[in-house]
């Protein structure tokens, strides 16, 4: 991790598994122990619902969740946490990587399989800390009389409609600016994740799921054309996010 990050730190271990929730616990004080930064509060959960009781917005920065659980399992845990935070860092663990696409939908930073080394767990808590170590990239949008400044890594893409442009978001709303596509594109260039699928449509590849002949699938459930010749890069970039965001051997 570079730079020193002196910050207030909830972290949340929800696991069915007691050797599983202190391996989480023990990795998480040494990585924050070696990287010379305030030993965050790590409170531990055995089932989602028992999370669910202490849990409230913004109460943790950070949670580590076991995708299979018998008495609410991680896929439905997020989903719930989703609807009211799209802050909190959510990292999935399993035995298997058989459930890493159905985790897209909430947007996690990581997927460990476990047994997991400590190296990867330190990977996936480097680019958690990241969300906590730099300000978020920005773009500005003119909507009918004012300015807005949106958050690049919640723009899910962006669709061209005349001479006015769509902004989906990962809230699930749409925001209609008065911005023409261009005006937007342009500062989108230099932002990384962001690719020109096709003609008037720009996605971010944080949120792509899978290429399908000549479609590429987003989390939202939206279908976009991508230009025949560049679907072989867009391929290899989607592969490059996925393996950069899900340790544990998964592979395509």
Known sequence: ?????????????????????????AMTKQYFLLN???SPDIREYHDGKEFLIDYKKGAFQIIFVDVCMDEMNGLELSDRIRHTDKDIVIVFMSTTTEFVFQTFK??????????????????????????YSKEPETISVRVPHRE??????????????????????????????????????????NINDFFEC?????INLKFAVSINGGNINMQDGNVYPVRKSDRKKLSLLLAKQVSE?????FFF
């Open 1 to 25: 991790m570079n730079g020193v990050i002196f910050i207030k730190l909830n972290i949340a271990v929800i696991d069915d598994c007691l050797d599983d929730i202190n391996t989480v616990s």
């Open 36 to 38: 010379n930064t305030a």
């Open 106 to 131: 909430a947007v996690p930073h990581g997927y460990l399989r476990k047994p997991f080394s400590f190296d990867d767990f330190s990977e996936t808590m480097d680019r958690a800390m990241e969300k």
């Open 198 to 202: 096709n003609r008037g449509i720009i």
């Open 148 to 189: 807005d400044t949106v958050i690049a890594d919640d723009i899910i893409s962006v669709i061209s409609d005349n001479h006015n442009t769509n902004i989906k978001t990962i809230s699930g709303g749409i925001l209609r600016s008065i911005s023409t596509y261009q005006e937007i594109s342009v500062q989108l260039r």
């Open 245 to 249: 965001t899900y340790k544990g051997g």
